[in-house]
């Protein structure tokens, strides 16, 4: 079965310290991987990507997430997290022999303190 | 970039009252619209695919005829609540996909109902 495993709930971070949001994948075939954040009562909005090519993507608002095929992973990262990065984060997988649908993983909220 | 446009944000019906829920595609033809429901706190769920042209497929456990989907055109498609009920009550969202240059997905900004 195709799954999307976000392990953390929740990750807690200091503002100014760098940030992960683990996710792993469980698919066949070469899946194309997405990163969405969502903030209250609104809808998804697209980080970054990973289709084909180098496996350091980098998105919107200084957030990169690295594509490791052997581990079956795709960690979201920031350098340095900000309080307005607060957010429930969503990885998500399309994998080839579904057509178009994506994969959700459970989310992981993420809390940034001053 | 594409934007799929949501209405309402949010509604509040009595029970036994049926809900449209809109989605646009803004600068770009939808020939998909996914549409998912979210409960507080937890992940989307993929209630129903919905094409232009033909007839939408749910998935397994959504009510066909309590969740009607209609893909009007290549820059609408709708999703009705019938005869809704308090346990309808939820974060309901669509996306559609978008090939070409740009591979992703685009979602609307969510609709809150509340059936009370």
């Known amino acids: 079965a195709q799954s999307v495993a976000q392990p953390e709930d929740q990750v807690n971070v200091a503002e100014g310290n760098p940030l992960t949001v683990k996710c792993t994948y469980s698919?066949?075939?070469?899946?194309?991987l997405f990163w969405y954040v969502q903030y209250p009562n609104r809808g998804l909005q697209f980080l970054l990507k990973y289709i084909t090519g180098d496996n350091l993507v980098k998105g919107s608002y200084g957030f990169e997430a690295e594509f490791n095929k052997s581990q079956t992973s795709f960690h979201l990262k920031k350098p340095s997290a900000l309080v307005s990065d607060s957010a429930l984060y969503f990885c998500a997988v399309r994998p080839m022999e579904y057509g178009n649908k994506l994969v959700f993983g459970a989310g992981t909220i993420l809390r940034v303190k001053s | 970039g594409a934007v799929v446009s949501q209405h309402p944000s949010w509604v509040i019906c009595k029970s036994g009252t049926s809900v449209k829920i809109e989605c646009r595609s803004l600068d770009f033809q939808a020939t998909t619209m996914f549409w998912y429901r979210q409960f507080p706190k937890q992940s989307l769920m993929l209630m129903a695919t919905s094409n232009e042209g033909s007839k939408a497929t749910y998935e397994q456990g959504v009510e066909k005829d309590k969740f009607l989907i209609n893909h009007a055109s290549l820059t609408l498609s709708t999703l009705t609540v019938t005869s809704a009920h308090p346990e309808d009550s939820s974060f309901y969202i669509c996306?559609?996909?978008?090939?070409?240059?740009?591979?992703?997905?685009?979602f609307g900004s969510g609709t809150r109902l509340t059936v009370v």
């Open positions: 996306s559609a996909p978008q090939g070409g240059t740009y591979w992703g997905y685009t």
């Open positions: 698919v066949s075939g070469n899946p194309y």
